[in-house]
Every structure is written in structure tokens, then in C-alpha cells.
């Protein structure tokens, strides 16, 4: 398993299937000429009515998608039909006919690797996408380094990858795509699904600015309990293909927002199936964090700030000096709860919020407090996601 | 085309394709076995979790969905992979290149109409599910008959569908389900996306209970104005894979919550995108609404709730008298903006509010308020949402 990456390719000829199976022909440049032999038409309409000004950039990036299950797959379609240039994905598991109560995998993909079914329906929907599949665990030593080295090298000009999108089931792996974004300065995302299935996050990580995910660990991880033996026998998670199409329309939605550069790309987005709540915050480096690549990328990012006097400077967080309360002992800041005005973090009045605890970076109606460790775990151990957003809430009010 | 339905047959042979491709056969009953091999075992995990309490329930069901575009086709496979008893499907395009920017079609249909596409790919993805395709427009006089008998008829007991979700592009399409429903007392779900594919939104329909399509019609559909005529050459509407995937996991989450009786039923959830807003609101039925059958049908839900004299009928709308300003002539009711307690509506002072205005039915976070028609509409011509949320809710404030 561990030199299978050394069978990938950028583009595989038998992708594409027979030519007369499939109409869709390579396409040298998108266009925005409105037929119906066009595929890009709709997406370069965005362009035409101001909502993205630079679509066709779309070309230019390059995403890693770490995990093609429930959510990666998904998340991975949806890339390839905007038009992605480059697309990296990792996973070591199997289709299964377990994994067909959500989308993008058919029955007769059963017993392929998920990278290699992925790679095979990726490239016959869109063969402008440059696909890599890796069918390796990037948690072991060897495959992590180069995973490292597919982040810093695996852009589509061979410089680093624009986004790394994590849509892992597990701890230990995110605790790697952690560690591995830490060390390189690398932008990400994460995303998961309660085992329930009734609720989901996505979280950015941008390292020394945003929490990384060792800043708040989610209680399992900072207890160092080992996840696997959670794992009871005849007890499966459960999974609904809507809260994970659900999931992944938000993880690309705001990788396009961010890769982009249109609209207000979430910190932290929060869904909860059962009432249709949809909690949002933003969460600050913890500068007692217990990784030491993220402490060192917080020191750079604050000798950044301070090299460059910019007029949002004054709305940068400074360090917090104390806990809000016991539950919150990692400096989380909290945004506006408004939500139609965006407010001026420096005109913001600090009257009723504890000391040590500054808005930051303020400026849209999403900033709405609410922990982020508790939707991800299983739902018996973790935090209580209603209790503590009833906390901050009044902290806030 | 207006005949084509006589060819639709409950599940063909050839639909599942020749047995070695595919190792998915009929399952008689769901299973909640931990095995690789059983495509059930997440969605009965539901149950074991205690989220859904009879999620077997779900093949006793059977859903209508009406256009399988960019979103119906996703709420179709969703529900398919869900394990629905019984589906119904109505679309009478074809599939294009151009349709490839989004998710569910792949190229090599091209050409097929959309049901025929879409019933050979689903009933390949799980052949347990009942498949009815018609291949019409439903808004013709001799179609719409046969579209109100399958409402009324196609259950898969003979009886009526349990619901009925519009996944339709044009207000005339959405017009005629309105009417069908209205006719029939059927429960509907509506569901649109903006034409610059940054907004969406699902609305609930109980006749005589919550607002028909036609109590607070979209300006374009008030003022008369053909849609057909705002189309230019040479121009066509944007769309996402994104936001038509979440508009499709909104839509069918919802239409599990409703048909399976677990968690909190949205009357109307909106998606915006730019921003990860998600405003929600209730609509009330307008006592004035154009629609005959609306008005026979409130007349019946009033006199049914007169004579149930249940502990809620106290929170009950009265007929609102006086509009609350002139752009929300329709009796609109506001819910209640607390993210936390449920508030008693009967418990809930109306000081703040103008006169004739009543909180109804207020119970959840969600009941935010907000008016619908303008994130369906074009961008241009319709309602500006921002104005009309900062009015309500300096009202409600």
C-alpha cells in the first residue's frame, strides 16, 4: 500500500472510456458561449453577472481532497464539474454496498479502492481535471512525507496546491493533515459528520491566524483515548446522503469563495439536521497550542501584522489574557450576532464581554459563537453543543 | 410527448442492467445487520440511534418530484439511496453538455430525456425503489389531469403519495403543482435556485394551513409579465453544483423529517450563499389568496381546527386585518428571532408588533422572519431581500 503513489499519473488515456461512449471531448479553454454543447456555459455565466469576476482562474488551481467518502467524493464531483485544474486525492478504503445510502458510488464499483472508482467517473465527467489518486493511509511515517511533499509540490505550476480539503472519519488523520499544514503554512479545510447523521461542520484553518485543529482538540484527542477502541462490534455510524451532500456544498462552496475571491468565506460552519440551525464562529490561535508548528506560524503571523501597520490592525486579536470559562480555555474569540449590519470591530463596544476577550476581524452577520468540537465526535461522550452556545450566548448578550 | 406516460411501467428488467456488473440485488426487507454487503445498514443505524424511531417506514413511502434538473435529480438520488419505497418522476427535457456542471448526469447521456437517464441510473443505485417516469410537461391541460391522478392515485398503495417536492425552473410549472395540490389537499415542498446560483431556498405547502404558491405570488407571477419574454439570446442562467446539491439536501432532509416524524419540519429555509446566510420564516395562507381551492381549503382547516379544540388552537393565527406595510400585503406572520428558548406564542408579548400582526405557531429557532420571492426571481427584477429582512426586522426588534 505504502509506494502505491508511485503508480499515479497525471492523466490516464483508458479515463475517458471509448470514444463513442462519451461526447465530452477535452476542452482547451473555457468559454462562455451559451449552447448546449458547452459545459462551462453556466458556470462562466457567474462571471457575466458579477458574481465572480474571474471564473475562468478556476483552471489555475489546484485542491487535495484527503478522504473520498460520504463527503470527499461529493466534494471531489462537485470540483470537477466546476472545472477544477488539478485535483489530488487520497484515501485507502474500498467501495463497499454499506456506503451506497450516499452519493457518487454505484453498486458495480464495489471492491475497486474509492480512489480508483473516484478517478475513473471524475475523469469521464470532466477530462479537463488532471487527476492524482493515492491509495495510501497518509498517517504512516513514509506515506506522510509524501503527502507533505504532493502539498508543497502537487500544484498544477508545481508549487504548492492551492487548498486542502480534509473529509476524514477519524482523528488520527486530521491530527496528520494538522501537522502536515502546520509545517508548510498550508490553508485547509476540515469537515465532518456526526455519527448520527444529523449533523456536520466545515472549518478554515489558516495556520497562525485560525486555530489550528490542536487548538481546541475535541475532547477525545486531548484525553488521548484511542478512537479505535470506541469501536463497538455490530455498531455501525450512521450516515444520510443528505447531511453529507449538505456538508460538502459548503466545504466547496466556500473553497470556490476562497480560491476565487468573491463573497465572505466562513470560519466555521456549522449544520444541525434536526432544526435547521446552522451555528457559525470563528476560532483564534491558542498560544498555549500543543503544537509547536502552529505556536511558531502564530509568531510569524503576528511579526507579519506588526511589519505591516494596515488599518484592520487595530482589529486584530491580541493575545487573550484569560479564560472566558472553564469550557472555553482556549481563547476563542466571539463575532457579532447582528445580522443584517456589519459592524466596525474597532467601533465595537467591549462593555459585555469578559476581559481578555476582544471581538476580531468582526465584520458579517455569520459570526455567531458555538464550540466545534462536540458535532463531530460520537453523540454520547463529547461537549454539548446546546448547553455551551447557550453559555456564550450569554456571555454575549 | 402528451402520451408518453402511457409507457411508464413500475420497474423494468433491463433497468438494473446484465447481473455481472452489478452484485446489488433485491433486498426484500431492510436489514440493520453491520455487514459490508447490506446498502441499509447506515440508514438503520438511524433507528438503533434513536434519531428516527421507524426509519423501515421509509419503503412504505412514496414521493412525487417534479423536474430532475440540477436539484430534482439530486433530491431523487438522495431519496433513493435513502431506501424510498416508491418514486415518481416528471421532467420533459433532455440532457445536455451543458447540464454537466452539475451533479448526477454524466456526458455519455447526452441526448436521453432527463427521465429516462434518470430512472436507468437510480434503479441501478438501488433497484428496490418503485420508479414511475413521465416524460411531459405537466402544465397542459390533458397532462395535468394525469399528473393530478398519479398525485391522488400513485401511492405505492394505490392511495395518494406521501408528498409531492417541485424541483421545477419556471413559475408556470410551479403554478400548475399548486393548483394540483390546492385541488387535492396534497402536502408539497418548493424548492428554487437564483439565476446567479448564489441562493436558494425549500418552502413547505399544507393547503389551508401554511401559504399556497399563489398567497404571496413572486412580482413577475403578479404583475402578469410572460418569464418567457425576460429571456435573451445569447444569455442563460448560472448555476452551481454546490448550491443546487445543499438546495437538494435541504429539500429531501426535510422530506424525511416530515414523512418519518422526527425533528423540526422547516416551513422555509433560504441559502445564501455569498454570505452562509440561512434565513427561515413562516408564511401564513392570505384570506384574499387568487386561488379558489387555497381559500376552500383554509375554510376547511379553520373549521377543522374549531372543531379540535387542541391546547395549541390558542396560538393560531387570527386573519391578520391590516398589511404590515406595503410590501407585505399578504398577512405575513413573523415568527420569533431567539436562537434558544422556544417561546409560547400565546406567552409572547405583541408589543412590539404593528397592529394585526400576531406571532402563530412559534416554537424553534428557525422562525426567523424573511420573504420568499426574491431569491427565486432573477437577480434584477425582483424584491431586494436585504431591504425587506432589515424592515421586518426593525419591526420585530
Known amino acids: 500500500m505504502s509506494s502505491s503513489y508511485l503508480e499515479a ?22 468559454s462562455d458561449k451559451v449552447v448546449d454543447s458547452n459545459p462551462y456555459s ?35 464531483e462537485m470540483l470537477v464539474r466546476c472545472g477544477v485544474g488539478k485535483l489530488l486525492i487520497f484515501d485507502y478504503d474500498k467501495v463497499e454496498l454499506a456506503n451506497m445510502n450516499r452519493l457518487f458510488y454505484t453498486p458495480d464499483q464495489c471492491g475497486m479502492t474509492k480512489v480508483a472508482a473516484a478517478r475513473k467517473s471524475l475523469s469521464f465527467i470532466n477530462p479537463d481535471v488532471q487527476i492524482e489518486d493515492y491509495n495510501y493511509n497518509i498517517t504512516t511515517v513514509e506515506n506522510f512525507e509524501h503527502f507533505v511533499s ?66 481546541a482538540p475535541p475532547l477525545i484527542v486531548a484525553s488521548g483515548v484511542d478512537e479505535k477502541t470506541l469501536k463497538r462490534e455490530g455498531v455501525c455510524a450512521a450516515s444520510l446522503p443528505t447531511t453529507m451532500g449538505i456538508v460538502a456544498g459548503f466545504l466547496v462552496q466556500n ?19 434536526l432544526k ?24 510569524a ?33 466571539l463575532g457579532d450576532d447582528d445580522d443584517d449590519e456589519p459592524v466596525s470591530a474597532s467601533a465595537q463596544p467591549n462593555t459585555s464581554l469578559a476581559d481578555g476577550i476582544v471581538y476580531a476581524h468582526v465584520s458579517s452577520e455569520q459570526e455567531k459563537p458555538v464550540l466545534k468540537s462536540s458535532d463531530m465526535v460520537d ?19
Open 9 to 30: 499519473t497525471s492523466l490516464r488515456e483508458e479515463d475517458a472510456g471509448p470514444p463513442g461512449d462519451n461526447p465530452r471531448r477535452k476542452i482547451a479553454q473555457l
Open 42 to 76: 453556466r458556470l462562466m455565466a457567474l462571471k457575466k453577472m458579477g458574481v465572480c469576476p474571474k471564473y475562468e482562474d478556476i483552471r489555475l488551481k489546484t485542491v487535495i481532497v484527503v478522504g473520498v467518502g460520504g463527503v470527499g467524493s461529493v466534494a471531489s
Open 150 to 215: 504532493r502539498i508543497t509540490g502537487g500544484g498544477i505550476d508545481g508549487g504548492p496546491v492551492d487548498l486542502v480539503l480534509s473529509c476524514v472519519d477519524n482523528f488520527q488523520a486530521r491530527i496528520a493533515i494538522n501537522q502536515a499544514c502546520n509545517e508548510v503554512g498550508q490553508t485547509w479545510f476540515e469537515s465532518g459528520v456526526s455519527e448520527d447523521a444529523v449533523s456536520g461542520h466545515i472549518q478554515l484553518l489558516k495556520p497562525g491566524e485560525l486555530a489550528c485543529f490542536e487548538c
Open 255 to 273: 473553497a470556490l469563495k476562497y480560491m476565487l475571491d468573491f463573497g465572505q468565506v466562513s470560519n466555521y460552519l456549522g449544520y444541525i439536521a
Open 276 to 299: 435547521d440551525h446552522f451555528p457559525a464562529m470563528t476560532l483564534r490561535p491558542n498560544p498555549e497550542c500543543s503544537s509547536a508548528w502552529c505556536r511558531k506560524q502564530q509568531a
Open 301 to 333: 503571523f503576528q511579526a507579519k501584522l506588526a511589519a505591516t501597520p494596515a488599518p484592520t490592525a487595530k482589529a486584530v486579536v491580541a493575545e487573550p489574557a484569560a479564560p472566558l470559562h472553564a469550557s472555553n480555555e482556549w481563547g476563542i474569540t
Open 379 to 397: 453523540g454520547g461522550g463529547g461537549v454539548d453543543l446546546s448547553d455551551l452556545m447557550a453559555q456564550l450566548k450569554g456571555v454575549q448578550s
